[in-house]
C-alpha cells in the first residue's frame, strides 16, 4: 500500500495561482502512474489530471488544458499540480490517486489509492 498526503490547498482569488502537492511513501512511488481528481459539492467526483510513471506523458480534463500543469520528482516521491488563471469553478477539494499501471490513464477505476484530499477555494 501507499500513503498519500496532499497539501497547497486554500482561498485564491479568480486568476490567482496555487500548487497542490502529493507525498507518497510505502510502495515504489516511481513505478506508478498518478492523477488529480477533484470533487465539488453536489457533484460527482472528476478526473483533472494524470502523469506517467517517468513523468514522459501526461493528460489533462478540457475544462482544464492550458491552466493547469502536473509534474513529478520521484526522487522526493512527490507529485503536484500547478494551477494557475483559477476559476470559481475550480472550486473543489483536489485528491491525489496512484495508478496500478506505469501508463498515464483518466479512468479513475485504475487508481487504488488515494489522498485525504485539499479544500481549493477560488473567490469571485
Known amino acids: 500500500q501507499v500513503q498519500l498526503v496532499e497539501s497547497g490547498g486554500g482561498l485564491v482569488q479568480t486568476g490567482g495561482s496555487l500548487r497542490l502537492s502529493c507525498a507518497a511513501s510505502?510502495?515504489?512511488?516511481?513505478?506508478?502512474?498518478m492523477g488529480w481528481f477533484r470533487q465539488a459539492p453536489g457533484k460527482e467526483r472528476e478526473f483533472v489530471a494524470t502523469?506517467?510513471?517517468?513523468?514522459?506523458?501526461?493528460d489533462y480534463a478540457d475544462s482544464v488544458k492550458g491552466r493547469f500543469t502536473i509534474s513529478r520528482d520521484n526522487a522526493k516521491n512527490t507529485v503536484y499540480l500547478q494551477m494557475n488563471s483559477l476559476k470559481p469553478e475550480d472550486t473543489a477539494v483536489y485528491y491525489c490517486?496512484?495508478?496500478?499501471?506505469?501508463?498515464?490513464?483518466?479512468?479513475?477505476?485504475?487508481?487504488?489509492?488515494w489522498g485525504q484530499g485539499t479544500q481549493v477555494t477560488v473567490s469571485s
Open positions: 490517486a496512484v495508478a496500478d499501471r506505469y501508463g498515464a490513464t483518466i479512468d479513475a477505476d485504475r487508481y487504488n489509492s
Open positions: 510505502g510502495r515504489t512511488f516511481r513505478d506508478y502512474a
Open positions: 502523469i506517467s510513471w517517468n513523468g514522459g506523458s501526461t
